[in-house]
């Protein structure tokens, strides 16, 4: 998106690459001074997901790299707790024998799907245009997000 339809400079396109870490690490600093105190862990994960989708949205329909700056942020903030407390709530719920066959996994999996996607979602970038794209990656995390709160009550309230 950045390249294909804002043609952002290299100083905007750093800010850009820049703000999804930053949001993290805002968000994943909240998570940790937040700790014992947050609660129903099933519904930031969810919500996260579900507050993304829209967000993807906008962002897609963005003119300038400079107007979705102030949009990316967030993302990388939500981004945070839909992937943090994963392994938080992981942690709690599995017995410890079993953690490091299901972290492996996980880990073997994390690996390998950046790159796969980037090859899957860079070609249909390039083949339908970014925007549709994040677009439809947006509604989708919207829908299984809502699906996910509306239908899967023991995830929703996991502690």
Known sequence: MAVQEWKAEPFVFGLLEACIPLGYVIGSLLIMRLD????NR????IGSMILMGPLFIVIAQMATAAIALPLILPVGFLFSFSTTIIFIVLRVIIEPALQGRVFGLLGALTSA???????????????????????ISGTTMLLIGSIAYSRMKPIRNVN
């Open 36 to 39: 014992q105190r947050l609660k």
């Open 42 to 45: 099933g519904k930031w994960i």
């Open 113 to 135: 799907s950046p790159p796969i996607g980037l090859t899957v979602f860079s070609t249909l970038s390039d083949i339908n245009g970014p925007a549709i794209i994040i677009t």
